[in-house]
């Protein structure tokens, strides 16, 4: 073994010396190459041969269980990384050295000229693109206000002002709304993408240097043009102008140039795969040689490192009470002793670990209990903005599974889910703001609802780990409880300070007709009959209106009891010309009774049919389901037509008074059906639907043997 491996090193040698002598003569190198390469090739197999038997045999020794094999394998990898390193990076500084040689012996000047002519061409037509778009902006203001009858007169105007080629206006939806071009241009606009004309529609006006097909190269600026109105819609100009044929074709030949220089640069590549093969075949003649004997002196190294091993294997399975004896003086008998009083530590150590980790353990438990039990929701961060853990109150505020926000980037929540996304952005937005703790009130809207939540967020204190913490809570019923009292307080106020002066006004103006009545002509009588009529009535109205109110404010608590819903809804339906609604119901057999006042729900049901009717009013084929169903342990009760829908502005402020679409109306409705649900400890959601209408839906507990409320 050691004399084919001196054999081999000898020979290696020798190839190695002849290899850069003949380096240095151009004949010899180029005459003695292939039979050097050919040598060098040889050896190299002859010592892979040789370096993969050694490894045959020492896997061998491995499978056999032998002691101390798997160590020599260890110290030959090592050896080898510590000998390929240095050589890897000789090698690379090498090819580097030689790569830059042979570069310099190409003029490098030529390749930079044409690297600016190429440069100089698009910067001309960036210039030219800038200036064009510039005119699309001044035109766009120009035409943010014209009608429809001047529009073809001022884009030919237009035109001709500024030497633009063609100019196109098109609709919202892509259309074309005019276009004017030059004698040169098209019959036909060129229509850009959709995609296009979205981008623009955003406020990205667009603008490139494109090829038109027989046209050559054209510039395309694309901007959109608003209208002041409020109801008007963005339309998008388009201007399209030839690149002069001139630039165009001294740009192109530029870039041939420069494609052609490339081409013929690449024949350097040849002899640089020569040096560099005869690089990496000294290379690899070096790690093989290093690896030969690496293995030797692993061979010789692990013998002496047994009992350290044997001692080390014992450790690892977890036997600390295994201690090799020390032999010798030497710095191996200080590693072994280092050894003893590493795994006498490591033995302590251990103890110790296992009486922390179960403190832990327990801090932790105690921890997700306290989080699981709290009414508030508490969301974790890292450092990164990514959710540690979140609580289930968490969960059950914004209305998502908790496995849905853990593990999730804050800027990654509620992909599909709107509201939950604007959170995020939020709670994002205002941790980037302040470096310590904040409180922000936001609106979290449902699909169906709205609820405020109160915020509060601070970064993790330094030296813990780094993070931030989120506590939130839902104060949507204690904002609802301030505004019923607010507006308690103005129907009691209405009612006092209103209705009082009403009667007298009444009275007064029956007295006047009395009065006169026989007194006047014919057209001053009637005059003065329509006059007191109208006074009459309008106190009679702003009477109802305060009455409402007062109402409202005077809301009688629920007297709960076992109540049969469905029963309910068909008296109530009695009151209805079903057909003229178009009225189908969906009532459940099996539905449980709910604990609730059978007077405040039959007020319910008529005001959500009422609805309904006055939202069909003028509907060609009216359509009203009512339906029961047991859901989630509770009754809802669901009412949906295919009416026009609750107009987006009103549907975080439907619940509240005088919020109603109707001319007339004091908007009490549904918020008196808010104000009886509540207290019937129940929710309502209101949704419009996509495919027309609104459904109003109504969730009441179910009334249990014992009288209480689940």
């Known amino acids: ?177 005019a276009h004017v071009g030059s004698e040169r241009g ?118 002496p490192l047994r009992t350290l091993a044997r001692g080390t294997r014992a450790v690892a399975k977890g036997d600390f009470s295994q201690m090799p004896s020390v032999t010798s003086r030497d ?37 997700e209990r306290v989080l699981a039990n709290l009414s508030s929701g508490v969301i974790v961060l890292d450092e990164t903005q990514r959710v540690r853990t979140a609580n289930s109150a968490a969960a059950q505020i914004l209305g998502v599974p908790v496995m849905a926000l853990e593990g999730r980037p804050l800027n990654l929540l509620g992909a599909e889910n709107g509201a939950l996304r604007d959170f995020a952005e939020t709670v994002a937005v205002r941790f980037a703001d302040h470096a310590g703790e904040w409180q922000e009130q936001v609106d979290y809207a449902e699909q169906g609802g709205k609820q405020s939540l109160l915020l509060r967020g601070t970064r993790l204190p330094v030296g813990v780990e780094q993070g931030y913490v989120l506590v939130f809570d839902d104060v949507t019923k ?49 005059f003065l009959g329509r006059a007191t009529q109208t006074i009459v009535n309008q106190v009679a109205a702003m009477k109802g209106m305060v009455d409402a109110f007062a109402g409202y404010a005077r809301m009688p608590r629920a007297k709960l009891a076992a109540l049969d819903l469905n029963a309910l809804v068909r008296e109530v339906l009695a009151l209805y010309d079903a057909r003229a609604l178009g009225l189908v119901l969906h009532l459940d057999d099996d539905l449980p009774r709910v604990s609730g006042d059978s007077t405040l729900l039959r007020q319910v049901i008529h005001n959500l049919l009422q609805n309904a009717q006055d939202a069909l009013a003028e509907h060609a084929s009216p359509h009203v389901e009512l339906a029961t169903t047991a859901w989630n342990g509770m009754v809802r009760l669901s009412v949906t037509d295919n009416g026009a829908g609750f107009p987006e502005h009103l549907m975080t402020r439907l619940f509240e008074p005088y919020a109603t679409t109707k001319a007339k109306g004091t908007g009490l409705g549904l918020a008196i059906v808010k104000k009886i649900v509540e207290e019937h400890q129940g929710r309502i959601q209101i949704e419009n639907l996509k495919t027309g209408g609104a459904s109003i839906r109504i969730m009441l507990p179910v009334h249990t043997a014992a009288g209480e409320n689940t």
């Open 331 to 367: 710095e191996l008998g200080v590693l072994i002793q280092s050894f003893n009083r590493m795994t006498r530590q490591l033995s302590d150590a251990r103890e110790q670990a296992a009486q922390n980790h179960q403190e832990t353990e327990q801090a932790k438990a105690f921890l």
């Open 478 to 526: 204690l904002i609802d409880a301030e505004r019923n009292a607010a507006w308690s307080e103005v129907a009691r106020r209405l009612a006092h300070e209103i209705k009082n002066p009403l009667t007298p006004i009444q009275l007064s103006a029956e007295r006047i007709a009395h009065k006169l009545d026989g007194k006047l002509e014919t057209p001053d009588a009637d």
């Open 1 to 177: 073994m050691r004399t084919l491996i001196v054999a081999a090193f000898v020979v290696g040698i020798a190839l190695l010396t002849l290899l850069f002598q003949a380096s240095g003569d151009d004949t010899g190198f180029s005459d003695n190459l292939p039979d050097l390469f050919i040598g060098g090739t040889v050896l190299g197999a002859i010592l892979l041969g040789l370096l993969g038997w050694r490894m045959w045999w020492l896997q061998k020794r491995i499978r056999r269980g032998v002691f101390g094999a798997k160590l020599t394998l260890k110290l030959l990898l090592m050896f080898g990384v510590v000998a390929m390193l240095p050589g890897l990076v000789v090698y690379g500084a090498s090819v580097f050295f030689l790569n830059r040689s042979i570069e310099t012996w190409f003029d490098v000047r030529v390749d930079t000229a044409l690297a600016s002519g190429v440069n100089l061409g698009q910067a001309a037509l960036d210039d030219l693109l800038r200036d064009l778009d510039k005119k699309a902006q001044r035109m766009a203001l120009t035409l943010s206000d014209e009608g429809m009858g001047t529009i073809i007169t001022n884009l030919s105007t237009l035109r001709e002002q500024s030497a633009v080629q063609e100019l196109t206006l098109f609709d919202e939806r892509g259309g074309v709304i």
């Open 186 to 303: 098209g019959l036909l606009p060129v229509l850009p993408d959709r995609a296009i004309l979205w981008q623009v529609r955003q406020q990205q006006p667009y603008s490139n240097v494109e090829e038109a097909g027989e046209r050559g190269l054209v510039m395309r600026v694309l901007v959109p043009v608003y209208t002041t109105a409020l109801t008007g819609e963005t339309r998008v100009l388009q201007l399209v102008q030839p690149v002069p044929a001139s630039l165009a074709s001294d740009a192109q030949a530029v870039q041939q140039a420069y494609r052609e220089y490339q081409q013929i640069s690449l024949s350097r590549l040849g002899l640089k795969r020569i040096y560099g093969v005869a690089l990496t075949l000294t290379l690899l003649l070096a790690l093989l040689l290093t690896l030969v004997i690496a293995y030797l002196l692993s061979e010789r190294l692990g013998a």
